[in-house]
């Protein structure tokens, strides 16, 4: 039995000593564990923007180029080299409005803060009173009987500064009545989005950003999409009037609720006033959701 494993030992030494496994240390693990996250992360932003059609041109040219370098074409071996550093400024410039989408994400909900958010902090409190929700139900549903098309976006911690300078400063309590007045057909401040920061109207015609989501309904308008939008590059919550169906949704954290009552709403508009952050506080995970729930028919 010895002179067996002998045997057996004999020729591991000698077809199998060039194998040598490296030692793998924990750091090791968690750099891959990095890696993978990272990488998975930006097929993803990949997939999700125009940057996957980019991609698969990206890769037929590369086939092209490795073409070239096997059977040693000298002139398309030249272009490319020349060509290379021109096309990555190039690429630079035409996906920098994604590029900057992504890294705020980075910063925001979609993977750091997700584990772990930094905050300042401010004095404990409710963001806005009671009567503040019920002007804001009263106004939404009374512009929706009416077919009224609204967008209202109520600040939560991120500041809404560059959207409100897109529009007309207001600075007045927020009511019902001047909300429909704002949002009435033809009126000098119905188009754009109304911005809405603790229980005063601060800005009205303002600009938001459009959500590029692939997974939102072919049907719905710019104004849906602008309330997305802002859900995505902030914390804020938007209240979408509809003014083709007058239904009523609302957008938060990227994600859209179509076709609420008012019930909805209101807890919705409860969980954000009651939001309180006490002073330099870690939070330690913080859950996603982007999914789009309750078709509106």
């Given at each position: 039995?010895?002179?067996?494993?002998?045997?057996?030992?004999?020729?591991?030494?000698?077809?199998?000593?060039?194998?040598?496994?490296?030692?793998?240390?924990?750091?090791?693990?968690?750099?891959?564990?990095?890696?993978?996250?990272?990488?998975?992360?930006?097929?993803?932003?990949?997939?999700?923007?125009?940057a996957?059609?980019?991609?698969?041109?990206?890769?037929?040219?590369?086939?092209?180029?490795?073409?070239?370098?096997?059977?040693?074409m000298?002139?398309?071996?030249?272009?490319?080299?020349?060509?290379?550093?021109?096309?990555?400024?190039?690429?630079?410039?035409?996906?920098?409005?994604?590029?900057?989408?992504?890294?705020?994400?980075?910063?925001?909900?979609?993977?750091?803060?997700?584990?772990?958010?930094?905050?300042?902090?401010?004095?404990?409190?409710?963001?806005?009173?009671?009567?503040?929700?019920?002007?804001?139900?009263?106004?939404?549903?009374?512009?929706?009987?009416?077919?009224t098309?609204?967008?209202?976006?109520?600040?939560?911690?991120?500041?809404?500064?560059?959207?409100?300078?897109?529009?007309?400063?207001?600075?007045?309590?927020?009511?019902?009545?001047?909300?429909?007045?704002?949002?009435?057909?033809?009126?000098?401040?119905?188009?754009?989005?109304?911005?809405?920061?603790?229980?005063?109207?601060?800005?009205?015609?303002?600009?938001?950003?459009?959500?590029?989501?692939?997974?939102?309904?072919?049907?719905?308008?710019t104004?849906?999409?602008?309330?997305?939008?802002?859900?995505?590059?902030?914390?804020?919550?938007?209240i979408?009037?509809?003014?083709e169906?007058?239904?009523?949704?609302?957008?938060?954290?990227?994600?859209?609720?179509?076709?609420?009552?008012?019930?909805?709403?209101?807890?919705?508009?409860?969980?954000?006033?009651?939001k309180?952050i006490?002073?330099?506080?870690?939070?330690?995970?913080?859950?996603?959701?982007?999914?789009?729930?309750?078709?509106?028919?």
């Open positions: 039995m010895q002179q067996f494993g002998e045997v057996f030992k004999s020729i591991g030494e000698r077809y199998f000593s060039w194998i040598s496994l490296p030692m793998i240390m924990w750091t090791d693990i968690v750099e891959i564990i990095i890696i993978s996250f990272l990488v998975y992360h930006v097929l993803v932003w990949i997939k999700n923007t125009r996957w059609s980019l991609f698969r041109g990206i890769v037929i040219i590369l086939v092209f180029v490795f073409l070239a370098a096997l059977f040693d000298t002139t398309i071996l030249w272009i490319a080299k020349n060509v290379t550093g021109i096309a990555v400024t190039a690429l630079l410039i035409v996906f920098q409005p994604e590029l900057r989408k992504a890294l705020e994400q980075l910063g925001k909900t979609s993977v750091l803060s997700g584990l772990i958010q930094f905050d300042n902090g401010r004095v404990s409190g409710e963001l806005f009173s009671d009567k503040t929700i019920d002007e804001l139900i009263r106004a939404s549903y009374e512009m929706g009987k009416a077919k098309g609204a967008l209202i976006v109520i600040q939560n911690k991120d500041p809404l500064t560059e959207y409100e300078l897109t529009g007309i400063l207001i600075d007045a309590l927020v009511s019902s009545q001047l909300l429909i007045n704002i949002f009435e057909h033809n009126t000098p401040l119905h188009d754009g989005a109304v911005v809405i920061k603790g229980n005063r109207v601060v800005a009205a015609t303002c600009y938001l950003p459009l959500s590029d989501n692939m997974e939102l309904s072919k049907e719905l308008g104004r849906h999409r602008a309330g997305v939008g802002i859900s995505e590059a902030t914390d804020s919550l938007t979408i009037v509809s003014e169906t007058g239904r009523v949704s609302v957008a938060m954290n990227g994600e859209l609720h179509r076709n609420i009552d008012a019930d909805f709403l209101r807890n919705k508009l409860a969980v954000l006033q009651s309180t006490e002073e330099k506080k870690f939070i330690f995970w913080k859950g996603r959701s982007r999914n789009e729930t309750k078709a509106d028919k």
